[in-house]
């Protein structure tokens, strides 16, 4: 017998004639996602190149890949939110781009620890707008029952621009480095690394205005909250985060301690394959693209095509167990695949890790659905916030802090990797579980409806019944 949440949402009517635009709009948004993960990841086929030029520690070059870029990409976040929720979308989306592809080029032509640090500072700055912009946008546009797989689909994008910077990253860096070092007129004499970083940075400077192809009603200045008294759109950020704290906080800790193992793995892979096996980083890089792309996106996919139908069907906590199911299996294969000493079982072991990973548009989706439509960039920003301080900031990092201060040997950071699968795994789980309930009670409340806030955009796949 079907639940009266999936009854209300099978009664939902469609316009076939838009979807065009819709699934436009998402496919452009993937794009952009898939520009700004190539210049986030590139850094990991490089520890070597930059530790023997610049003398710095795994410590320092987690850094560059960790904390620096993700505490200043967090909390520019949330002051992002805030002009999302104000200003156009469009054009917010077209100068983060941009700075972002500015900044990646600068990494290029860093002299020094200090300046490469900034440039990538700059990175995480210029980031920061894409995703809850994506999130609000893909939120006007798609129906609750349509939002889990529509986010996955724009999610995907990491797994793509991860696989791209994994390998074409290091064929290109392969190539650059037989040519050797280049002297650039005004850059001077650049290393092989360095110029990896501008061939792959400024190409974004190409993509930005394509942005302005977003349907003005979607990517536009979004409507403001109404009076006082039309309902759930006139709560106040606090008193949303306020009502629903138990399973805010549930949320962004489970989550977040997944993107903390994600962004692990990420940055200390490549190395790990390196040191102990002794495999060029080509190889690698082609080995592990491989494992990113049927892993992510079949994980990504997949995955919201699973929470899409287990919510229609009435189950209200879906985008919750879902991840807590895959947070469990991770635990298993992420500590196989650093315990076994093999680099064949550990690349195998990749793509079952990157399904496993590919959560993040679930969580995505899920925000925008209990969160009236005036207060949605700011708390997916929120969300962001908390997501990137745990995952970001503290992943890499806390593997090289282990390889570095406890160990004191770079050949151990398998053994870091494990570590930090076995104790971060089972927190994310219970994060998970204890969610559970908040999620239940917070799609219950909010319903299937469009809030009185929400405006009618021409480029909206459908129209959702008032709850009654």
């Not at 040191?275 to 690698?284: A, E, G, H, N, P």
Request: proline content about 5%; glycine content about 12%.
């Amino acid at each position: 017998m079907t639940s009266k949440v999936g009854a209300q949402l099978s009664e939902q009517p469609t316009r076939p004639s838009e979807s065009a635009a819709a699934w436009g709009t998402v496919l452009l948004l993937l794009l952009l996602n898939v520009l700004s993960l190539i210049d986030r990841n590139l850094v990991a086929l490089m520890v070597g190149p930059i530790k023997e030029t610049m003398g710095v520690s795994d410590f320092q070059v987690s850094l560059l890949q960790g904390f620096a870029f993700g505490i200043f990409y967090a909390c520019f976040g949330v002051g992002m939110g805030w002009i999302l929720d104000h200003f156009s979308r469009r054009h917010s989306v077209f100068w983060g781009v941009s700075a972002w592809s500015v900044c990646a080029a600068a990494c290029g032509a860093a002299r020094n620890f200090g300046q490469l640090l900034a440039a990538r500072i700059g990175v995480g700055v210029g980031e920061a707008v894409l995703v809850p912009a994506a999130y609000v946008i893909i939120a006007s546009i798609f129906p609750r029952h349509r939002l889990g797989f529509a986010t996955s689909v724009f999610a995907a994008g990491s797994i793509i621009g991860g696989a791209i910077s994994l390998s074409l990253g290091g064929y290109v860096l392969r190539v650059l480095t037989d040519y050797g070092p280049l002297t650039v007129p005004g850059l001077g004499l650049l290393q092989p690394w360095q110029m990896a970083f501008i061939v792959f940075g400024l190409p974004g400077l190409l993509v930005a205005p394509l942005i302005f192809l977003v349907p003005r009603d979607a990517g536009g200045v979004p409507s403001s909250a109404p009076a006082k008294g039309a309902g759930v759109a006139a709560e106040t950020l606090g008193s949303f985060m306020s009502e629903n704290r138990v399973y805010l906080t549930c949320h962004f800790l489970a989550f977040g301690l997944v993107g903390m193992l994600a962004y692990a793995q990420a940055a200390w892979v490549p190395a790990y394959l390196q040191r102990v096996f002794s495999l060029r980083m080509d190889v690698i890089g082609s080995a592990l693209a491989v494992s990113h792309v049927v892993g992510g996106l079949a994980g990504f996919l997949g995955g919201g095509l699973f929470v899409d139908r287990w919510f229609s069907r009435g189950m209200k906590d879906a985008h919750m167990r879902y991840p807590m199911y895959c947070a469990m299996l991770l635990t298993v294969v992420g500590i196989a695949a650093f315990t076994v000493p093999s680099a064949t079982f550990c690349i195998l072991a990749i793509a079952p890790m990157f399904y496993l990973f590919s959560i993040s548009g679930i969580a995505g989706a899920q925000i925008q659905l209990v969160t009236p439509s005036h207060l949605r960039a700011r708390v997916s920003a929120i969300y962001l916030l908390v997501f990137n301080l745990i995952g970001l900031c503290l992943g890499p990092t806390l593997v090289a802090a282990i390889t570095d201060f406890f160990f004191a040997d770079p050949l151990k950071v398998g053994v870091s990797l494990m570590i930090t699968f076995a104790v971060v795994g089972p927190l994310a789980v219970l994060c998970f579980w204890l969610g559970l309930p908040g999620a239940r009670n917070a799609v219950g409340r909010t319903g299937p409806r469009i809030d009185a806030a929400q405006a009618c955009h021409p480029c909206q796949v459908t129209t959702v019944s008032p709850s009654r």
